[in-house]
């Protein structure tokens, strides 16, 4: 009778670890499949840049500066490895797409090109898919971090060579604090 329990036990156990370590393997693939959504819009920004930087210098030929910079922060975007990087790369390009519309704002025939509003409106729309992608990416992260850090996870993950993920951050500072709203006093 003993035999039996004690061969229940551990086949309860290993169904547990079992159940535990595929849970992380999937949590893990949703985080790579995160990172993946966010490298395809990173992706489809990169390829509208050109067409954007090719409309913006028809009209503001003597900005050569700005057009360099979107080069490099282009490739830069392209090139980078790992999502630190990414992010990183990510926030420079968002920078310096505000400087190149910035120079944009100066040319108000430029403003009413077709053109120029087709790929501001395309652009618009990949940030928003992009945020969208963030956003997701760093719900997978929370999902197995928290998972890898929670027992009786925590026993199984590291040996298995489950790690935490890093956050997606952006560090756009008007986006890390919230925004101060003030009330009218009432009665004064």
Do not use: C
Not at 56 to 76: D, I, L
Not at 81 to 86: C, N, P
Not at 163 to 179: G, K, L
């Amino acid at each position: 009778m003993l035999g039996w329990i004690v061969l229940a036990v551990v086949v309860l156990v290993l169904v547990l670890v079992i159940g535990i370590y595929n849970r992380l393997v999937r949590l893990r693939a949703l985080v790579k499949e995160g990172f993946s959504g966010i490298t395809v819009q990173l992706r489809r920004r990169a390829d509208l840049i050109p067409n954007l930087v090719e409309t913006v210098q028809g009209y503001a030929t003597h900005e050569r500066e700005v057009f360099e910079e979107v080069s490099k922060a282009r490739a830069a975007s392209v090139n980078a490895g790992g999502v630190e990087a990414t992010a990183q790369a990510d926030a420079q390009m968002t920078g310096i797409l505000g400087r190149l519309f910035a120079v944009a704002e100066a040319y108000p025939e430029l403003k009413a090109n077709t053109n120029f509003l087709q790929l501001q409106d395309q652009l618009a729309n990949i940030e928003g898919e992009l945020q969208g992608a963030r956003r997701y990416y760093n719900a997978t992260v929370r999902d197995l971090n928290t998972s890898i850090q929670s027992f009786p996870a925590v026993m199984i993950a590291r040996p298995m060579g489950f790690n935490e993920e890093p956050f997606y951050q952006d560090d756009d500072p008007a986006i890390q604090s919230a925004p101060k709203v003030s009330f009218p006093r009432q009665g004064a």
